[in-house]
């Protein structure tokens, strides 16, 4: 059976996160390593989700599960390492190893949780990532900055239910992920340069 229009949209909008991703991945390597981490798993996710996209139905629930569990894992420590390396810069550590211990353990401790404690972990952690990103962007006037931890954690905060369940109509699910995918590649490309930025700036 041929991949529908759909799914095609859905499958070019995670390989545009995908390659977004690892562009800024790249580019934040240079003088970043925990927020090229963070990309860099934003940028597995999206590959995952484009080969999911593609796959036929019979080859597709065989990938299903690790597709969903290396979205969530991306989703989760993706944002939080770019907020980790804000707070870092900030000289804020503390927060910044809270932050990242936090959603480390979350992540350990994932088989122990049902599918509703994975969305309110995901929740919590999402939320202080984006909490602490933003007010350190807000403190030192890195406007970027604040519009990029926007795209990616907002995003990142609705993709675990949108991936996780069938949403009806299917359409609706696919014209939701596309546009989260587009907001997570903007965020990724954003907050490279907010980065750079605010590295030139100390």
């Known amino acids: 059976m041929a991949a529908s229009p759909g799914m095609w949209i859905t499958a070019i909008s995670n390989l545009i996160l995908c390659v977004s991703a690892l562009y800024s991945a790249h580019q934040t390597a240079k003088v ?6 963070g990309l860099f798993l934003l940028a597995c996710s999206g590959a995952a989700g484009s080969l999911l996209s593609v796959l036929p139905p019979s080859l597709r629930w065989a990938v299903f599960e690790t597709q969903q569990d290396l979205c969530w894992i991306g989703c989760l420590l993706g944002p939080v390492l770019v907020s980790f390396e ?3 810069l900030s000289e804020d550590s503390f927060t910044g ?6 959603a480390v353990l979350a992540t350990v401790l994932t088989d122990w949780l049902s599918d509703e404690g994975r969305v309110l972990v995901t929740r919590c952690v999402q939320l202080s990532s984006l909490g602490c990103a933003l007010t350190v962007c807000f403190f030192t006037a890195n ?3 604040l519009l ?5 954690n907002l995003a990142a905060l609705v993709i675990p239910e949108v991936r996780g369940q069938r949403l009806q109509p299917a359409v609706l699910a696919e014209v939701t992920e596309v546009i989260l995918n587009c907001l997570m590649s ?7 340069r907010a980065l750079r930025r605010y590295t030139q700036e100390l």
């Open 186 to 192: 903007l965020g990724s490309l954003v907050t490279q």
């Open 97 to 102: 190893n809270t932050l990242l211990g936090g």
């Open 143 to 145: 406007h970027i900055g």
């Open 32 to 37: 970043h390593r925990a927020p090229a981490a």
């Open 148 to 152: 990029g931890n926007l795209a990616m």
């Open 86 to 88: 804000f707070l870092w």
